[in-house]
C-alpha cells in the first residue's frame, strides 16, 4: 500500500498533496498524479488506508476518460502504472460539477431535513427516497484547497465571476452529457449510475476534463437487480460507492463534526472496504481485478520517470 510518497522527478516544480492523490508538477507543463490508498469521508481523511485502492480509482477512471474523449477533451496522456496516471496540466476551475440522477446520498440527508432547494435547484415534494428525478439535477460545489466543499448555486457562480456564463454553461453541457454515457454505459452493466462529479480545467484556452471520472470515490453506484424492490420496502439498495463508508462512519457516531472521533478501523473493516473496492471494480469495468499491473513503491520512480521522457 501507498500513504504518501516523497519523489522528486527531473524538472520537477511542486508538490501537492490531496486528500488521496499525490500530485507532482513536471516543467509546469505535465502532472503525475499517483492515486495513494489513503481514504476520506466528510472530508476527513480516516486512519487507516485500504489495500489496492488507489490502483483500483486510477484504472476505472482512465477507462472513463478514454471512453469519454469525443465528448470532451481530458488531461489524460499516459498510465504508466495502475495507480499512476500522467496528463496535461490544466487551469483548474474552482467548482465541482455535481449532477444527480437520484434522491440519495448528501440530497437526501438536505431533503430529510426538510430542504426543497439545493444548490438553487428545486427538488419536488413528495419524494421518496431513492426515487429518480424527473431530470437529472445539477448542483454544483466550490473546490475547497483545504477544508469542507461547499454547496454553491449557478447564480452564485455568476454573479461572484468565479466562471463566465458562457463558460459554465459549456460546463453543464458537458457534464449533462458525460452523465448520460455513463449512466448508459452503467445500465449495461446492470447498474445504475446515480449521481457523480466532474471536474473541469483550462488548457490552451480549450475546457478540458481533469482528474477522475466515474469511480467509487467520485460516484455512487446501485446495482439494478434488488433496486425497486428495496425502494419500496424503505431499504437502502445495496450500492457500490463510497456511501457505504460514510454510512459505516455515521453508524458509528461520526460526521465529521466538530468534537467526533473517527471510529476504530479494525482489520475487518479495511478488508471489508477494500473488497468493495475490488467488487465495484469488477462490476463497472468487466474485468478482473487481478489484470492490473501494480508496481511496488521503489519500483514506481524508473516507470514514471520513463514515461515522462517519452513525453518530453
Request: aromatic fraction near 10%.
Amino acid at each position: 500500500m501507498i500513504t504518501e510518497t516523497h519523489y522528486h522527478f527531473p524538472g520537477q516544480v511542486d508538490f501537492y498533496r490531496g486528500k488521496v492523490r499525490e500530485v507532482y508538477n513536471i516543467n509546469n507543463k505535465y502532472l503525475v498524479m499517483i492515486a495513494s490508498d489513503r481514504i476520506s469521508a466528510f472530508d476527513y481523511i480516516l486512519p487507516k488506508p485500504i489495500p489496492y485502492k488507489g490502483a483500483i480509482l486510477n484504472t476505472i477512471a482512465a477507462q472513463f476518460l478514454n471512453m469519454t474523449k469525443d465528448i470532451v477533451p481530458n488531461w489524460l496522456l499516459e498510465v504508466p502504472d495502475g495507480r499512476v496516471t500522467i496528463g496535461l496540466k490544466c487551469d483548474a476551475y474552482p467548482v465541482e460539477m455535481v449532477i444527480r440522477g437520484y434522491l440519495c446520498g448528501h440530497a437526501l440527508r438536505e431533503y430529510n431535513a426538510g430542504k426543497r432547494i439545493l444548490c438553487g435547484v428545486p427538488m419536488p415534494d413528495g419524494m421518496k427516497p431513492y426515487e429518480a428525478f424527473p431530470e437529472p439535477i445539477i448542483t454544483p460545489s466550490t473546490k475547497a484547497m483545504e477544508g469542507h466543499d461547499e454547496d454553491i448555486s449557478k447564480e452564485e457562480i455568476l454573479s461572484r465571476g468565479i466562471i463566465s456564463k458562457s463558460e459554465y454553461e459549456a460546463l453543464e453541457n458537458y457534464t449533462r452529457k458525460l452523465f448520460a454515457k455513463g449512466a448508459a454505459y452503467a445500465a449495461e452493466r446492470g447498474l445504475i449510475l446515480a449521481d457523480t462529479k466532474y471536474e473541469f480545467g483550462n488548457y490552451n484556452g480549450e475546457i478540458t476534463l481533469i482528474d477522475e471520472i466515474h469511480t467509487p470515490d467520485s460516484s455512487r453506484y446501485f446495482y439494478q437487480e434488488g433496486f425497486e424492490e428495496s425502494k419500496l420496502k424503505g431499504e437502502t439498495p445495496k450500492q457500490l460507492s463510497k456511501e457505504f463508508v460514510r454510512e459505516w462512519l455515521m453508524a458509528n457516531g461520526f460526521q465529521g463534526r466538530e468534537g467526533e472521533k473517527i471510529p476504530e478501523m479494525t482489520e475487518e473493516v479495511v478488508n471489508m472496504i477494500s473488497n468493495r473496492y475490488i467488487e465495484l471494480y469488477e462490476a463497472v469495468t468487466g474485468n478482473k481485478f487481478n489484470a492490473i499491473s501494480i508496481a511496488s513503491e521503489t519500483e514506481l520512480v524508473p516507470i514514471i520517470e520513463n514515461s515522462l521522457k517519452k513525453l518530453a
